[in-house]
Nanobody, 122 residues
Framework: QVHLVESGGAAVKAGGSLRLSCASS????????MGWFRQAPGEERNMVAAISVYGDRTYYVDDVKGRFTISRDNTKNTLYLRMNSLKPEDTAVYYCAAGAGYSRRKYDYEWWGQGTQVTVSS
């Protein structure tokens, strides 16, 4: 069981920046691949970015490449998502998730946080 808690969501204007955090109380955090996902109202939950156990591999969906950066600090059991140049279409609930292996598929992630709201106004 992996317990994940997201934070850092807020309402910002287009062009602004946010850093989301995902903290785990589990010491086993460092053995899991991690991902950030987002879900806008009426839409499916989709991957935003993924990171391998040691952070040596990362993946971004095209919509966020060059604007978002995923990172992790295994000494602090924390995952991050730095979001720059935010756009109104980035508005969604953002979730972090943990999985046994580095994957781009949401179905490969077993444990999920409760989500944090990001709202970007024009």
């Amino acid at each position: 069981q992996v317990h994940l808690v997201e934070s850092g969501g807020a309402a910002v204007k287009a062009g602004g920046s946010l850093r989301l955090s995902c903290a785990s109380s589990n010491r086993t955090f460092s053995i899991y691949a991690m991902g950030w996902f987002r879900q806008a109202p009426g839409e499916e939950r989709n991957m935003v970015a993924a990171i391998s156990v040691y952070g040596d591999r990362t993946y971004y969906v095209d919509d966020v490449k060059g604007r978002f950066t995923i990172s992790r600090d295994n000494t602090k059991n924390t995952l991050y998502l730095r979001m720059n140049s935010l756009k109104p279409e980035d508005t969604a609930v953002y979730y972090c998730a943990a999985g046994a292996g580095y994957s781009r598929r949401k179905y490969d992630y077993e444990w999920w946080g409760q989500g944090t709201q990001v709202t970007v106004s024009s």
